[in-house]
């Protein structure tokens, strides 16, 4: 677009602006942004999160693919977010497409448009972001003038519900790939070949899935007969793209006009989790663990302080204590602060194991901090079930050091509606919730805070549980009910997830191929922000459902076939299936696997990655 219309663009949106909440959202300008003059560069991505400015602004992973891609003097990389419903209703009316934060630019003049998927309630956000941005949405129907469409995320384990809107996946850890993607990009740009080439280029980068490729046929009865590669370009499987080490800390930390979901200073200490919870998604996905240098974290905040004045740092992980060198880490931080004199809070970690001393440290930072503790089931009968072995007794004794070391704060996270879950094992819930606020009366004396935190379980692609089923959410409100009851009149606040919410989660999250109609269906009814409880109508996906001609049952409540194909099976995050069967087995056995740092059982990464394993500097990995 001529330099005028963009003019034009911008002096357009400037006038309804007022009209719109929050107009910071959508004006960029923010400290540390990057603005490249659009005519200096060769390439153009537009780096898109499915949801509003407030929470993708606060994503750590679109943080980073920013500022890696922008320290490439020849690529420019822009930000795009959903506008919230009262923005979209203007630039709808008002006729004007979504644009980037930076260069005010319709999406549509990208080359490559980047699309977060973490969680799969923002599917229909991202097809409402291609329509603003007036791409096609689906990517049969894109033409050389069109950008393409790359996505990635934690969602996208499972790429088959989005896969007809996807030109390229890029699957595991983004990083590397991203800048590989952008390489292919500009030879098959030079090259003038069609798009169809570009595809097959892209396919040969490791840790690409191009869904095109790919044909997926059916049984009468629904499952799947076969996935099958239908260019010799298109690998099967598709194995996740991992790093031999985590990449360099952020560098530019950018500082948000308008207020944000998290308002600090976020460094990933550790990537990884070998303590094989089996309800995990995030814990089999992302192996194997990787730490970070202590010198790097301290580095990186220390940076990021400097450049954002924020007074808050986090450290994230799936289990920060799991961090070899937690203690010296903590002390290091501790001495970072105190050198710049501002009191800085850390937000509750998520302790899986402690030591004495690294609750002394740890309450010594932070001293009005809180203190997490996710026992995630209320038996232990239950919690071996799930491979979360730990006694009531060992439980109540962490609880008693919480206390003892002064914390006036503790949130429990339990899930309900596990596989093998009975009504004794939610009262098990409250039986336990109960205890520990009879120990917070002997030991702080009725000063502490209690909450209780239920979410309800959702069987995940790529873990033991990934056959199971979905509990009936008239059963999930019963426990819910159960907890209520017993939790009444007690000093303990209790939130709890809609069901229905975390049911929609479940269909779309072991979706297939055919989901994509689904999804399509419920956006054309109105259906956005599916993450946010007041926008959510489940009407919206019955409806779609109905349309497509697919049960939404068969998604949710079937406990599948063992020998079933299922529809991410094409996709290898290393660790392999047999592994993932043979513990769905001992689960329901109650039979535990211990934390695979004491012994390795070879779940497979190695057998993928053993290259990567040997270019890896000492000490970072921990699997042998
Ligand atoms: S290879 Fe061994 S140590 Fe590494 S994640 Fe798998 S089981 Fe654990």
């Known amino acids: 677009m001529p330099h005028h219309q963009t003019d034009t663009l911008w002096r357009r949106v400037e006038r309804i602006l007022p009209t719109v909440t929050k107009p910071g959202r959508y004006v960029g300008g923010e400290l540390n942004q990057v603005v490249k003059p659009w005519d200096s560069v060769s390439t153009h991505v537009a780096l898109v999160f499915p949801d509003i400015y407030d929470l993708g602004q606060s994503n750590l992973g679109m943080a980073l693919l920013y500022d890696i891609l922008n320290q490439r003097s020849d690529v420019a990389a822009e930000r795009a977010f959903s506008p919230w419903t009262d923005m979209e209703a203007a630039i709808r009316s008002a006729d004007l497409p979504l644009f980037s934060l930076e260069n005010k630019r319709s999406l549509a003049e990208f080359d490559i448009v980047g699309v977060s998927l973490p969680y799969e309630t923002v599917y229909t956000n991202f097809l409402n972001i291609l329509d603003l941005g007036r791409i096609p949405l689906r990517s049969q129907d894109r033409t050389q003038a069109h950008p393409l469409v790359i996505a990635g995320g934690q969602a996208i384990f499972n790429p088959e519900p989005v896969a007809p809107f996807v030109d390229a996946f890029v699957i595991g850890e983004g990083e590397q790939v991203i800048l590989e993607v952008v390489d292919c990009y500009q030879s098959w740009q030079t090259s003038g070949a069609d798009r169809e080439a570009l595809l097959v280029q892209l396919a040969g980068i490791s840790g690409v899935y191009i869904p095109s490729l790919y044909t997926v046929d059916y049984l009468p009865d629904g499952t799947i007969q076969g996935i099958t590669a239908q260019h010799p370009a298109a690998s099967l499987p598709v194995n996740k793209r991992i790093m031999a080490e985590l990449p360099p800390a952020m560098t530019r930390f950018l500082v948000p006009n308008v207020e944000v979901a998290h308002e600090r200073v976020s460094v990933e200490i550790m990537r990884g989790c070998t303590r094989g919870c089996r309800f995990c998604h995030a814990g089999m996905v992302n192996r194997p663990i990787r730490e970070r240098p202590i010198e790097d974290i301290l580095s990186s905040l220390r940076h990021g302080l400097d450049q954002t004045g924020y007074e808050e740092v986090s450290l994230l992980s799936l289990s920060s204590s799991d961090y070899s060198q937690i203690i010296p880490l903590i002390e290091g931080l501790r001495q970072l602060l105190s050198e710049r004199q501002v009191n800085i809070s850390l937000p509750s970690l998520r302790i899986e194991s402690f030591s004495d001393e690294l609750m002394d440290v740890l309450q010594s930072l932070s001293p009005g901090g809180g203190f997490t503790l ?36 503790l949130k429990l996270y339990f899930m309900i509606g596990h596989p093998g879950e009975t009504l004794e094992d939610v009262e098990g819930i409250v039986t336990l919730s109960r205890a520990i606020l009879q120990e917070e009366r002997r030991a702080a004396g009725g000063r502490a805070r209690l909450h209780v935190g239920v979410s309800t379980f959702i069987p995940k692609p790529h873990t033991p549980f990934q056959w199971a089923p979905f509990e009936d959410p008239a059963v999930i409100q019963q426990k819910l009910a159960i907890l209520h009851d017993g939790l009444r009149g007690a000093k303990i606040k209790m939130t709890w997830n809609d069901p229905k919410a975390s049911l929609l989660e479940a269909w779309l999250s072991r979706g297939d191929r055919r989901m994509a109609e ?32 697919l049960d939404p049952d068969f998604y949710s409540k079937r406990e599948r076939e063992l020998d079933e194909i299922l529809p991410w099976d094409h996709i290898n995050t290393g660790v392999r299936k047999t592994v993932l069967l043979k513990d769905y087995e001992w689960s329901k056995a109650g039979k535990v696997r211990p934390d695979c740092r004491q012994t390795c059982y070879g779940c497979g990464i190695l057998s993928t990655f053993g290259e990567l394993r040997l270019a890896a500097p000492n000490g970072g990995w921990k699997c042998p």
Do not use: C, Y
């Open 374 to 409: 996710a026992p995630e089931a209320g038996t232990e009968r239950l919690r071996n079930i799930i491979n979360k072995p730990l006694t009531d007794e060992e439980l109540m004794e962490t609880v008693r050091a919480v206390f003892r070391h002064g914390w006036k704060s």
């Open 518 to 549: 689904v999804i399509f269906n419920a956006w054309r009814n109105g259906a956005r922000f599916d993450a946010w409880s007041e926008h959510f109508n489940l009407d919206f996906w019955q409806k779609a459902f109905a349309d497509a001609s």
